[in-house]
């Protein structure tokens, strides 16, 4: 027994280490089905246009083999007769606030990992709650069920990585709880590529060297890990065995640790200047977003998907953080040049701003600083939040993603400072 709800309320029960991870199932479709009752029980899929990929599907759905990341085309294919709807992702972040509100109301401490999914640490709550762990999980996932209408399912185990391989095995819709101290006996006998961290290749390479379980992945040698997966090998090992034991980041958790945006092209193409174009529009979307939340980034990143479906991504640390319009612009440029000497047709580029700092740094001393951005970058955000993306256009970026051939054809105010700006279109009365 590791809880009891009389006697003396001290000892391992009560210090226990117990970390409970909840996912939400097929969040984006289920939230669409809250939102509309009539999608309830039929295939629902949430996704980008035609050219784009599946974001979410119903079990409904997934029964006729429609899996996340596959393209819209095949699902079409294989499940003609599903709902297709466009993501709604205002929405999203509605329900996801008042799911995390919910978890937070069981332990302060909350760690987000994504919209749908985080982990909750209820170690030391069993006397606040004068219940068992697991039923308090239980009831944690049942609020959510009835206040917000959608399922979730949940994990409660002795460490992050354990609870996350627990909620994985009670999906959908299902609570697992692992007692710590047996929990590697279950764990450790399911394939190596369950355990989060070990993608497909980790997993081929591992198993071409005998290691198929989280069992063996626990016992192998160190020098072999270290061989087979350089230095996340020995880490592995120890997250295998249970021995590592990452804590819950509450208030960093809720931090956002990257900014991204990817697009899919209407069409395959190898008019690169379009890309460029489409590139430079994204990396300025991202930039004004971390301008927004007054941060700042070390690491600008590109990702190239191929007509092929070859992916090839790239990234540049930076010597400090920015938020800069012009120096994210010039990296995405850098890498842009970079990463398409393939001459290949290109379908989807997405442009990812990760080490995200605080933005701390200060040009001007007799300047107080917002860390929103240079002068030049505030006005440029001001403009666009009011009147549209769209009516402030950066030299070399038009509209359309492609790249705009003389300064002269175009409205030039602001020229001078490195952008155009058309006649601002004001909404009408
Ligand atoms: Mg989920």
């Not at 819950?248 to 899919?264: H, I, L, P, W």
Request: proline share 5%; glycine share 10%.
């Amino acid at each position: 027994m590791w809880c009891s709800n009389s006697g003396k309320k001290t000892g391992p029960a009560y210090s226990q280490r117990l970390i409970l991870h909840v996912d939400a199932d097929a969040f984006f479709v289920s939230v669409e089905q809250v939102l509309r009752p009539e999608l309830a029980g039929r295939p629902v899929i949430v996704g980008g246009e035609d050219r784009g990929v599946v974001s979410s599907a119903s079990y409904e759905a997934r029964r006729f083999g429609v899996r996340s990341a596959m393209p819209i085309v095949h699902a079409r294919r294989i499940c003609p007769h599903a709902v297709f709807l466009p993501p709604n992702f205002e929405a999203y972040k509605a329900f996801s606030s008042r799911m995390f509100a919910i978890m937070g109301r069981y332990s302060p401490a909350v760690e987000v990992t994504s919209i749908d999914e985080g982990y909750v640490d209820l170690t030391g709550t069993l006397r606040l709650h004068g219940a068992p762990l697991w039923e308090v999980a239980s009831r944690l996932l049942d609020e959510i069920r009835s206040t917000l209408g959608i399922n979730a399912s949940g994990g409660l185990a002795g460490s992050k990585t354990a609870a996350k391989m627990a909620t994985n095995l009670a999906k959908p819709n299902g609570l697992l709880y692992l007692d710590p101290a047996r929990s590697h006996l279950m764990l450790g006998r399911l394939p190596v590529g369950a355990m989060p961290g070990i993608g497909e290749k980790a997993q081929h390479v591992l198993e071409a060297h005998g290691i198929s379980t989280v069992g063996d992945l626990a016992a192998a040698p160190l020098q072999l890990l270290r061989r087979l997966l350089g230095r996340w090998g020995p880490k592995a090992a120890e997250i295998a065995s249970g021995k590592y034991g990452s804590p819950v980041f509450c208030d960093e958790g809720r931090a956002q640790k990257s900014y991204s945006m990817e697009r899919t092209l209407d069409r395959d193409t190898t008019d690169y200047a379009a890309v460029r174009g489409l590139v430079r529009k994204l990396a300025e979307k991202v930039a004004a977003k971390l301008r927004a939340d007054g941060k700042a980034a070390w690491t600008i990143g590109l990702k190239v998907r191929y007509a092929d479906f070859t992916d090839v991504s790239r990234s540049m640390s930076l010597r400090r953080a920015t938020n800069s319009n012009l120096e994210i612009l010039a990296c995405v440029e850098e890498l842009f040049n970079k990463t398409i000497s393939r001459r290949s047709p290109i379908r989807q580029v997405g442009v990812r701003i990760s080490g995200i700092d605080e933005a701390l740094f200060q040009d001007d001393l007799f300047r107080p600083y917002s860390g929103k951005g240079s002068d030049l970058d505030q006005v440029r955000d001001m403009i666009r939040g009011k009147f549209g993306f769209e009516t402030v256009r950066v030299s070399g970026c038009t509209a359309s993603g492609a790249v705009i051939p003389s300064p002269s054809k175009g409205p030039l105010l602001g020229s001078r400072l490195g952008f155009t700006c058309p006649e601002a279109k004001r909404p009408r009365a």
